[in-house]
């Protein structure tokens, strides 16, 4: 499902530098475009800043430094990559998927976010000034020993990526796998319209554990009856401004994109015959399909659902 329950992992991490982050221009309180469905004011609106008691001890914001930045960025446009040139099997190529930058605004709220210990979703707005519809994971792993946090991140990532294993076609438009595991966090990676991404990384101490925890914040939410992304034959088919230097299967980085919407070029209706919509999927693919079978090894001891 789109919004589905965050992976928790026993591993080990090395704290960071703490960070303190500037309040962005935003004026949050006066957030005009919060989604209908969000009820709660805007989460950012006049926060204090202030951990929820559920985070247990010493919790801290850990910094994000300029390699572990570069390093999310590089992972999720990698990825990315792989599947808008339909190498990860049983996935049509994409003709529009956007190349992902950092967003400062994204990693600001993310670190409010993080202050909530919480695996769920928010009933709060988290919209900025120019993206309506962010779309919101996290995780935490849980360990005794010190360890490195790019090792923690990386492990972290591995297994957002890792539900790729339970995706389908019909996962694009309908958020599920065919045995109803939980994909929610591949999918908002995949997200086509998605052209920007803000992370914050925090630390707690509980009932004798170290917990790191790692939220991301993107620019578009999966949308309820609408494809993830735009199919077709060929990668980056309809990309208006060409492709990407070093990411070829995607979008170069002046793609325009407006309100998380598809293309005037793609067309496609979304009907009641699924069966259908995803044979046309497959059908339109004209290349060879090469199945990605290499991924990074996980460190997990244990997988929380809720």
């Known amino acids: 499902m789109w919004s589905g329950p965050c992976v928790a992992a026993g591993l080990l991490l090395l704290f960071g530098v703490n960070i303190v982050f500037l309040l962005p221009e935003s004026n949050y309180c006066h ?50 990559d792989i599947v808008a040139g339909g190498q990860l099997h049983r996935l049509p190529i994409a003709a529009r998927m956007l190349k992902l930058k950092w967003d400062h605004d994204l990693a600001f709220l993310a670190s409010i976010l993080v202050k909530r210990c919480d695996l769920q979703p928010t009933d709060h707005c988290i919209s900025t000034e120019e993206f309506s519809s ?23 990532l591995n297994a957002w990526y890792d539900q790729y294993k339970k995706v389908s076609a019909s996962s694009l438009f309908g958020g599920f796998s065919t045995d109803k ?25 509980k009932d004798g554990w170290t917990h790191q925890w790692l939220g991301c914040l993107y620019s578009c939410s999966p949308q309820k009856n609408s494809l993830l992304y735009e199919y077709s034959g060929k990668p980056g088919e309809y990309c208006t401004t060409g492709i990407n230097g070093i990411f070829q299967n995607l979008c170069n980085d002046t793609e325009p994109v407006k309100d998380c919407l598809h293309s ?41 659902l809720s």
């Open 31 to 80: 957030i005009k475009n919060c989604p209908a469905d969000k009820k709660l004011p805007h989460i950012g609106c006049n926060s204090s800043g202030s951990w929820s008691p559920k985070c247990g001890k010493e919790p801290k914001i850990i910094d994000v430094p300029n390699h572990i930045q570069k390093f999310i960025l590089h992972y999720h446009n990698t990825y990315r």
């Open 264 to 304: 005037e070029l793609f067309k496609t209706i979304i009907t009641n015959d699924t069966t259908s919509l995803i044979r046309g999927m497959l059908n339109r693919q004209t290349q060879a399909r090469v199945p990605w079978l290499i991924i990074p090894a996980l460190i997990v001891t244990f997988v929380l």
């Open 134 to 156: 962010p779309s919101y994971h996290v995780v935490y792993n849980k360990f005794k020993a010190k360890q490195d946090t790019f090792r923690i991140v990386r492990s972290q």
């Open 181 to 205: 595991k939980e994909i929610g966090h591949f999918l908002r990676m995949i997200v086509g319209p998605s052209n920007r991404l803000g992370c914050a990384i925090a630390s707690t101490e």
